[in-house]
C-alpha cells in the first residue's frame, strides 16, 4: 500500500460542475498536507495548504481528517482552465532536515465545454 | 519576481555522457531539492540540501551527484545517463517550518540518445 493515496481517475465533468477529490495518508505522524496542481509537462505549483479547521479559496475548499488519515479537494463551478492533475502531498517530518514530502500519483480532471 | 529557475528547459545528451542541470533561486530559501519525475509518475525525491548540509535519498542511484556551492544555486550532475535518466527534472525549494510548501523551477526534461 503506498503511503498516500489518490484516485487516479480521469474525472470528467462539465464546466460549472463541482468535483472532490480524496487522498489518504497512512503514516498518522504526518504533519502538514497539500494540493498541488501540475499541468501537463509543466512543473507542480502549490494550490493550497490543508489546516485541520478546513480553508477555502475562492472555488476551492481543502478539508483535513486527521483521525481519519483523510485529505479531500473540492472544486465548484469548474473552469476549462481547471483541467490538470491535482496531487496530494503530505509531510511525515516536522520542520527543518526532517521535513519529507510523500506525492499521491496525482488525479487527473478534465473539464469539458 | 522572485522565482526558481531551471536551465537549459530540455537537455539532449549522449549515453554516457555527463551532464550538468542548473538551479538558480532568488527566494533565499535555505532548502533546495532534486526531483525525477518520469510520465504519469509522482516527483521522485533524489537528495536535498538543508543549507549546505547534503542529503541523499537511500534508492538515489550513485551517478547522480549534487552541488550547492552558494544559498543561490544547485546543480545536479548525471555521471553516465543511460536510457531510464530519461525524466523530467525538478528543483524546488522551501523555507524549514513544517508548513512551507515547495516552490518548483520549471523542470529540465532531459533526453538520452
Redesign the interface.
Known sequence: RKEVEQDPGPFNVPEGATVAFNCTYSNSAS??F?W?RQDC??????LM?VYSSGNEDGRFTAQLNRASQYISLLIRDSKLSDSATY?CVV?R?????N???I????TSLAVNP | DAMVIQNPRYQVTQFGKPVTLSCSQTLNHN?MYWYQQKS????K?LFHY?DK?F?NEADTPDNFQSRRPNTSFCFLDIRSPGLGDAA?Y?CAT?G????Y???????T?LTVV
Open positions: 504533519q502538514s497539500f498541488y509537462r509543466k512543473e507542480p505549483k502549490l495548504s496531487l509531510n517530518g516536522n520542520a527543518g532536515n521535513r519529507k514530502l506525492w499521491g500519483l496525482g | 532548502v504519469s509518475q509522482a516527483p525525491l538543508y548540509d542529503n523530467m525538478l522551501s524549514s517550518g513544517a508548513g510548501g515547495y516552490t518548483f523551477g520549471s523542470g526534461r
